[in-house]
C-alpha cells in the first residue's frame, strides 16, 4: 500500500484551496438544515480540489452546530486521510469513487431527505411530470440498486445509474436515500435541495390520482434550454 | 424592431418609481421564503409601473442571498431590458404578456409551491370546498395548459384561463406550478400564499375521503362580501 | 337601538384592564405563527374582560407583522366598537356570540390550519385515537355545520356543537376551519394548536389503515386526570 | 412509605451532578422543538445521575420558553419529589420504572411527534425499508400496549417491549406516542428525532405502493457497523 503523505508536504497552492474548500464546504452543511434535507448528524458534503487529486468531506457522525472548517476532513481519491482530527464520514469510500470515476465532478452531496428517500423505499423512479425536472433532471429521478454502507459499493451504485441518466445530477439509492452531483459542492446542494423538492410534489401527485407524464421531446426541449440559456451567463 | 430606450431617458418621476418598485420587489422575495413557497432560486415575482409602461421582475437563477434592489431588472412591456446588470427571468415574456393582456394588473407572481404544483401535475382543478376558497378565488383553483419555458406562450395560457375564471387570482399551469396575478405585486404574493394554503388543505381532505363541495350560490355569496366588506375600508 | 358607550366613558380599570388584554391578545398572534396555524391575515384571536362586558379582538384583515397592541380593537358583547381605529375581525359578531352563551369562555381562537380543516371540509367528526385526544378533548373533535361568514350564524353554530361536546374545547366548521374556547386566550390559542396537532396525526393514520379507536371508558379516564391533576396546581 | 431525603442531604458531588445535569435536560428540550417533536408543553425528557439513584425531569405542563435549569425537577428513582418548585411530568413514574429495570439506561424521552403517533395510533410497528433503521433500530421501530397515563404502566410496557426488541432504542406506545431511551439524556433525544424521521418517510413511502423491506441479516450488518465504527472513536 503506498504512503500516504501528509497535507504539509502538498504546494501552497495546494494548502491554499484546501483552506478555502473547507470553508465553502463547512458553510453548505447550512443549507442541509435550511432546506430540511437532514436531521441531526445524518448528511454529508464533499467537493473535489482542481490543485490536486484530494477532497474535502464531513466527518463522521459530527452534529451540525460542532462543524468548522478546521473539523472537515481531507482525504485523497482513494479515501485516505490526509488531513484531520478527526474520521471522516462513514461513506468516504463512495465519494471518493464517484470522484475518480467521473471526472467532471467536483461535488458529492448525500441525504437522507424525506420523501426522496420514501420513493427509494419502494424502489420506484421519479417519474417526470414536472417541467423543473425537465430542467433540472432531464426526466425521471432515477433509483440505484441496494448496497450495504461502509465500502465504496454505494459509489460504484451510485456512477452505475446515473451513466443510465445522463442528464440527472440525482440518484437515489434503493432503501437509503439521494446522492447527488455537481460541477462543486454548490451545484450539489442545489440539486439535492431540488431532488427532494421534486419527490415531494410528485409524491403529493400521485396521491391525488394519474399524473400526467411530459413528452419526452418537450422534456428534451426543457433540459437543453435550462442549461444553455437560463441564469446569468 | 424599435429602438429600446435606456431608464435615463425616461422622466424623473418613472426613475422614482423604478426605485421604489425595485424595493418593494426585492423585499417581498422574502415573503416567498417565509411562506415555503420557493426553493433555492425558483419563483419570481414582478411589478408594473404607473408612470410608464415597464416593469421590474427579479433577475434569472439568482439565490435569494443575493436579491438586492439594484439587482432587480426592469423591462419594457415586451421584456426587453431598459435597466439592470443581470438578465431578467426566464419568465419575463410570460409577465410582460399578462400586463398587456390585462390592464387591471400590476403584480404578478409564478412559483413551484409543493400542493399547487402537485395539482398541476394531475391537470385537475382544486375543487371549491372552502370558504376561504369562496372568498379568496371565487371557485375553483383553474388549472392552465401545458406550455413550454422561455417564450410568452406561459402568459397567454395564463390570461387565456383567468378570463374563464374571473374571480380567480390564480391559475396553476399544467406539469408547472401556479400563475397569480393582483393589483399591485403585494397582491399578487398573498394569493400565491393563498394558493399554496388551499391547495395543501384540499390536497389533505381528498385523501380523507369524499370532500362537500360548497354551493355556487354561496361561493358566490362569500366573494361578494369578501371582496367588498372584508379588511379596513 | 342602543348608544354604544365609548371607552373613556368607563372605569378606570376597565381601561386598565383593556390595556393589560389588548398586550395580551396582540402578542398571542405571534403563537399562532409560530406553531404554523395561520397564512397571512387568516385567523383571530379574542379575550372577554373580566371588569365589563366587553372584548378585545384582531382588526380586520390586517397583516401579522403590523398587529400592536393599539391596533387590537374594543367591542362590546354586541359586537359594537367601543374603541379602536380599524374596523374587528369579520368573525366579531361569531366571537360575541359565543361570549354571550358560554359564561364561562374568555378567550376564543379561529383559524384555518391545514389538517383540521381538510377534516371540515368533507364533514368528519376526527376520531378519537390517542391519548392527547382524551386528554385535551375528552373524545372526537366535532364537526360543526356549514354556515356563510359576516353575521353570528358561525357563533350559533359553534355554541350548539360545544353543547354536544362539553368536553371538546374545539369545533371544525364544515368547509371553514377549527374555533377554540378557553378560560383566557391562551388557553384557547393552546386548543387551536392541539387540534391542528391532533387533526394532522389522525389524518395520517388514516393513511396507514385502520385506527385504533380508544374505548369510551379509558377516554373518561384520560380526561377526569388530565382536567384535574395534570400541570401545576 | 421511607422518608424521602431532600437534595441537601446529599453528598456535593451529587448536587455537583444534579447542577449540570438540570442545564443538560432543559436545554435539550429546544432540539424537541429544533426537531419539530412537540406542541405546546407536550414532550420531556429526564436523565439519570450516576452519583446516586436520582434522576432530573421536567415539570408538568410548562411552556418551553418557561423552561430553566432551576425549574427542573429532582426525583428518586420511586418518582419522589427530592428537589424542585414545580410538579415532575405526569410520566414520572414511567421514566422512574425505565431506570429501575434497565440499568445502562441514563436517558428518556417522551414526545407525542405526529408521524411516530399516527404508526402508534393504527398499532403496526414501522416496517425496515431504510438502511437508516438498520443502523439505528437495528429493524422496525416496535409499537408497545396501550396504557393509561399517571402511573407507572407506561414504563411497564416500554421496558416489556424493548426487551423483544433488544437493539431498538425507541418503542411507540398505542395510541399514545413515542418513548425513547439513551446512554444519556442527549442520546435518548437522538433517537425521538430518528424515530420521527423513519417514522415520517416509512409513513410516506407507504403510500407510494409496496415498501422493499431490507433482508433481516443486512439489516444485523448495518446495526454492527453503526454501533462499532460510526462516529468519532
Known sequence: MEQVKS?????????????????????????LLKWNLVVWTAGNISQRLHTADLMVIKPS?????????????????????VDGLAAPSSDTLSHAYIYRHMPNV?????????????WGATGQN??????????????PVPIGPFKLIGSEAIGEGVVETLKKYPHSPAVIMQNHGPFTIGKDAEAAVKAAAMT?????????????????????????????RYTNVYGQH
Not at 106 to 114: A, D, R
Open 196 to 224: 427532494e423538492e421534486v419527490a415531494h410534489t410528485m409524491w403529493a401527485a400521485k396521491q391525488l390520482g394519474q399524473i400526467i407524464e411530459i413528452d419526452p421531446e418537450d422534456i428534451a426541449k426543457l433540459n437543453d
Open 106 to 118: 467536483y461535488g458529492v452531496v448525500h441525504t437522507h431527505s424525506t420523501y426522496a428517500t420514501a
Open 7 to 31: 497535507l504539509k508536504d502538498y504546494p501552497a497552492e495546494v494548502q491554499a484551496e484546501v483552506k478555502q474548500v473547507r470553508e465553502v464546504v463547512a458553510t453548505l452543511h447550512e443549507q
Open 126 to 139: 421519479i417519474p417526470c411530470g414536472l417541467t423543473m425536472m425537465g430542467d433540472e433532471f432531464g426526466g
Open 61 to 81: 457522525g459530527m452534529r451540525y452546530e460542532s462543524l468548522t472548517p478546521e473539523s472537515m476532513v481531507v482525504t485523497d481519491l482513494n479515501g485516505n486521510v
